[in-house]
């Protein structure tokens, strides 16, 4: 069974601009989640998708960061601009039940 | 809200010995508890879960987990650590609200050969 595919691994891009990451989940998940990883610190949920519904995007700054999940299966997450404290991992996680996340590698973010 | 907490940044012990990780938690209810692992430049990997039942829970690679009420405690153990048991270690509790996982802060394990 293949894992959940995320890319970029890594990217460095300059405060202000934009970027945009993408989530491949396992198939038949249909809860994807994204996180945010800032380092020496747990992951925190960024938003939470039930097929291609929002469930949970509270913890989401929705005035730069935007995360779609077409047709229910791939995600993007998009930071428009980004700030210097956006630099983190941020990892997607997909689940076919409430019990279990399967986690991807991450992409590392750091903005300069 | 529910929350845990992880009071070590790292634990060290040696090779062959016993490992605990520690883990509290505060929730509102029953608590629904998971440990992952984190490898270097990887994500987290799911090691076990507590929802209901026996408070001794068995997980992946030879972890253990001690589920206590009265101490709200969710330790993680191993009878015998490897050097390959080195990691960064989380401990979460699952919101019953939205179902989502809070997670703590962390343990980095060094297990020393």
């Known amino acids: 069974e293949a894992g959940v595919a995320q890319s970029p691994r890594y990217k460095i891009i300059e405060k202000r601009q934009s970027v945009a990451f993408w989530c491949n989940p396992i198939?038949?998940?249909?809860?994807l989640y994204w996180y945010q990883q800032i380092l020496g610190q747990g992951p925190k949920l960024l938003i939470q998708?039930?097929?291609?519904?929002?469930?949970?995007d509270s913890q989401l700054p929705k005035d730069r960061f935007s995360a779609e999940r077409l047709k229910g299966v791939d995600s993007t997450l998009k930071i428009q601009p980004a700030k210097l404290e956006d630099s983190a991992v941020y990892l997607c996680?997909?689940?076919?039940?409430?019990?279990?996340?399967?986690f991807g590698p991450g992409t590392r973010l750091t903005v300069t | 809200a529910q929350s845990v907490a992880q009071p070590e940044d790292q634990v060290n012990v040696a090779e062959g010995n016993p490992l605990t990780v520690k883990c509290t938690y505060s929730?509102?209810?029953?608590?629904?508890l998971f440990w992952y692992v984190q490898y270097p430049n990887r994500g987290l990997q799911f090691l076990l879960k507590?929802?209901?039942?026996?408070?001794l829970v068995k997980g992946s690679y030879g972890f253990e987990a001690e589920f206590n009420k009265s101490q709200t405690s969710f330790h993680l153990k191993k009878p015998s650590a490897l050097v390959s048991d080195s990691a960064l270690y989380f401990c979460a509790v699952r919101d019953h609200n939205t179902d989502k996982l809070i997670f703590g802060t962390g343990t980095r394990l060094q297990v020393f050969p």
């Open positions: 998708f039930q097929n291609n519904g929002v469930v949970d």
């Open positions: 996680a997909s689940s076919l039940d409430r019990d279990e996340q399967y």
């Open positions: 929730v509102s209810g029953n608590p629904y």
């Open positions: 507590y929802i209901t039942g026996d408070n």
């Open positions: 198939s038949g998940h249909a809860t």
